[in-house]
């Protein structure tokens, strides 16, 4: 029995704290209940009006942007890569085959000339090869020379 004295009287004291919380809780009620709550939100306003102001200038200078991307990309003409490529080299190829050509056609009158005085000098070659061979042949041209001369 002596438990049970010791359960109730412990019961005992939970319920009066468990009263004088109540008790305390019902002033707190009617304090608040009396006092009256306004609350400040002005602050909380600027902040969210310039938050506002913020985003659209935000938004206006985006929408600036992406009209002048756009204007860009509808301007510009779209090509492969690979296409852009193929046309410089093309380009840079037939440049240079110009330039060569050029430079070959500068050159033909030194080339003529150089084949020329070559000719020249075989020609000679072989026709004094042909004289020195030929004894005949020698004296029938100094002859042939000599009535050339004389006209």
Same mark, same amino acid.
Do not use: C
């Given at each position: 029995? =002596?438990?049970? /004295?010791?359960? @109730? ?19 707190v #009620?009617?304090?608040?209940?009396? #006092? ?7 602050e909380?306003? !600027?902040?969210?009006k /310039? +938050?506002? &102001? &913020? ?7 985006q ?7 756009? #204007? ?9 890569? $690979? =296409? *852009?490529?193929? *046309? $410089? ?10 330039g060569?050509? *050029? ?10 000339? =150089? @084949?020329?005085?070559k000719?020249?000098?075989? !020609?000679?070659? #072989? ?9 005949? =042949?020698?004296?029938? +041209?100094?002859? $042939?020379?000599?009535? &050339?001369?004389?006209?």
């Amino acid at each position: 029995m =002596a438990k049970l /004295d010791e359960i @109730a009287e412990l019961l005992t004291e939970e319920i009066n704290g468990f009263e004088k919380s109540i008790g305390r809780l019902e002033k707190v #009620h009617e304090y608040f209940k009396n #006092h009256p709550l306004r609350p400040d939100t002005s602050e909380l306003n !600027a902040l969210l009006k /310039d +938050y506002g &102001n &913020n985003q659209n200038n935000n938004i206006k200078e985006q929408q600036r942007l992406m009209e002048r991307i756009l #204007h860009k990309v509808e301007r510009s003409v779209l090509l492969p890569s $690979w =296409a *852009i490529k193929l *046309i $410089w080299g093309l380009l840079v190829t037939v440049l240079l085959v110009l330039g060569f050509s *050029i430079y070959q056609v500068s050159r033909i009158s030194k080339k003529e000339e =150089a @084949a020329f005085i070559k000719g020249q000098d075989d !020609a000679i070659e #072989h026709y004094g090869t042909f004289l020195d061979d030929i004894p005949e =042949a020698r004296e029938l +041209y100094q002859k $042939w020379q000599e009535d &050339n001369n004389k006209k």
